[in-house]
């Protein structure tokens, strides 16, 4: 009777399994928003022109198991959004047509978090992200669509960018 795994592959087989024990013990793990520290906090995200990441900002809260607190009054803390704007630059332009063929947008928003006693102490901070973003005028309603996707990539971004200088405020 023959060994169904032969002697190579089973010192493969238990290297990568010592491989995978040991980055699970040394506390490796991807980077995220990790707000598990922050959970009983009391947050409120107020928005002054900044829709699209207040929405994405509550939302990955909620996501985190942390709901935004109503009332401005209620809150610990107090995060405040503003001045939301998306910048589209053109990149690269065809020699042979002189139209465009790639683009870079942009994406800005300034930030304020603020304990509900030092409002006034706190500072306005910008947050950012940049993507790029090809042009091919064979699939012009494919690429609108790429881009608007590409937008919300972009605030999802930047509201984990947020939420990640909200955890270091609060610890």
């Known amino acids: 009777m023959r060994p169904i795994i032969k002697p190579l592959n089973r010192v493969i087989i238990v290297g990568l399994a010592f491989l995978l024990m040991g980055l699970s013990a040394c506390g490796f793990q991807l980077r995220g928003t990790n707000l598990q520290g922050i959970q009983d906090t009391k947050i409120y995200v107020q928005s002054s022109g900044a829709s699209v990441l207040a929405a994405e900002v509550k939302r990955q809260l909620v996501d985190a198991g942390i709901n935004p607190v109503s009332s401005i009054s209620d809150a610990e803390y107090i995060v405040t959004l503003s001045n939301e704007t998306f910048n589209t630059k053109v990149l690269a332009v065809s020699p042979d047509t002189g139209k465009a063929q790639e683009y870079q947008v942009s994406y ?43 937008k919300k990539d972009i605030a999802k971004q930047v509201a984990a960018s947020v939420l990640r200088r909200l955890r270091a405020a609060i610890q």
Not at 115 to 138: C, I, K, M, Y
């Open 108 to 150: 800005t928003a300034m930030v304020k978090i603020a304990t509900q006693d030092e409002n006034s102490t706190a500072r306005t901070e910008p947050v950012s992200a940049t993507r790029d973003l090809t042009f091919d005028e064979g699939s012009v309603l494919g690429k609108v669509q790429e881009e608007s996707i590409l």
